[in-house]
């Protein structure tokens, strides 16, 4: 059984969701600290073909809280505005008109009140979306066997002993967080996923704007398309 364990983030990049589509199954890290000017609660729009950056407003977030503990603050006022905002955005995209009523769908849905909710939820359903079959779980509904540990590395190898996994995947940039012999000596494989250099066209045919949330992708391209760049990666 192939595993991943990640922060839950709000429409993450495209990266994020080949790391979804690499397993069986994802964990989402929502027992572990906050981290101030993240990406739990902040992701990056495409504006006048420049990045725009969004933040989600928190009640009291701090480092000293676990993400589940973590509130929205006035949900129901930011939803709107940031629809505002995508439709300025994005109105004369190509995929626009079937991706904005899909958000806007998502968003009014629930009225969530917790972020590590809200971002998991946006994961789990652009994952059905785009027919992606992987299970999702919650860290937090564990049962860790010492209790809560603090340490984030300490915590993986316990989720992967839980689940019983045989291979762990990590995003590349966690590589100098991992020793792959730890691994070795539970049985379990450790690789890392490398997104391909990808390019799709924006607004403008020389520019490409990179690291945007997955609602810039889908915005210019069709599911199809979307679901052909989720399979350029490699593994290391």
């Known amino acids: 059984m192939k595993l991943a364990i990640m922060q839950p983030y709000f429409f993450p990049y495209l990266g994020y969701y080949q790391l979804v589509g690499a397993v069986d199954s994802f964990v989402f890290f929502d027992d572990v600290n906050f981290i101030n000017k993240g990406w739990i609660n902040r992701n990056q729009l495409l504006q ?3 990045p725009l950056r969004f933040t989600i407003p928190l009640v009291k977030a701090s480092q000293n809280k676990v993400i589940n503990e973590i509130e929205l603050e006035d949900f129901d006022k930011w939803r709107n505005g940031f629809l505002k905002t995508v439709e300025m955005s994005y109105k004369k995209a190509p995929h626009f008109s079937f991706m904005f009523n899909w958000l806007k769908e998502f968003l009014f849905k629930d009225d969530y009140s ?3 909710d809200l971002a998991a939820e946006s994961v789990k359903a652009i994952a059905r979306l785009l027919d992606l079959t992987t299970q999702f779980k919650s860290a937090a509904s564990l049962h860790y066997k010492n209790g809560k540990m603090q340490d984030g590395p300490q915590k993986v190898m316990e989720i992967c002993r839980i689940l019983g ?3 762990y995947i990590n995003a590349k940039n966690g590589t100098a ?3 792959s012999q730890q691994f070795a000596a539970m049985n379990i494989e450790l690789k890392f996923i490398d997104m391909h250099e990808i390019r799709y066209m924006q607004f403008k045919r020389d520019q490409f704007v990179r690291g945007l949330s997955i609602i810039d992708v889908l915005m210019f391209n069709s599911l199809a398309e979307t679901k052909q760049l989720l399979t350029e990666f490699s593994l290391k």
Do not use: K
């Open 48 to 50: 006048q073909n420049q």
């Open 114 to 116: 917790l972020i590590g």
């Open 165 to 167: 996994t045989d291979t």
């Open 177 to 179: 967080l991992y020793d």
